[in-house]
């Protein structure tokens, strides 16, 4: 199992950016998905989730607002779209997977909100 974000970056307050996780070595169909995030010197915690048909969301309440997320199981990918970005959004941002009891972690990728 593998799984890739890509799209973190520097942005400055008030801007957007798109997540994406790639995902591969499993039936990614088949399975919820989930955005973590961790901030520096902070625990890893959860951002948001999605069921396995896309058709159900969950989100941090203080986070519904600006994030959202998505995928396409066509093309195994899962995104986070976020807007409105905040200097407290500055964090690694990870997916999650679970498949059959086993935790999948992507290596993250870095999202930096400064002016």
């Known amino acids: 199992v593998q799984l890739v974000e890509s799209g973190g970056g520097l942005v400055q307050p008030g801007g957007s950016l798109r997540l994406s996780c790639a995902a591969s070595?499993?039936?990614?169909?088949?399975?919820?998905m989930s955005w973590y995030r961790q901030a520096p010197g902070k625990e890893r915690t959860w951002i948001t989730s999605?069921?396995?048909?896309?058709?159900?969301?969950i989100y941090k309440d203080s986070l519904r607002d600006r994030f959202t997320i998505s995928r396409d199981n066509a093309n195994y990918t899962l995104y986070l779209q976020m807007n409105d970005l905040k200097p407290e959004d500055t964090a690694v941002y990870y997916c999650?997977?679970?498949?059959?009891?086993?935790?999948?972690w992507g290596q993250g990728t870095q999202v930096t909100v400064s002016s």
């Open positions: 999650y997977g679970n498949e059959n009891g086993v935790d999948y």
């Open positions: 999605i069921t396995s048909t896309g058709d159900n969301t």
């Open positions: 070595g499993f039936t990614f169909n088949n399975y919820d």
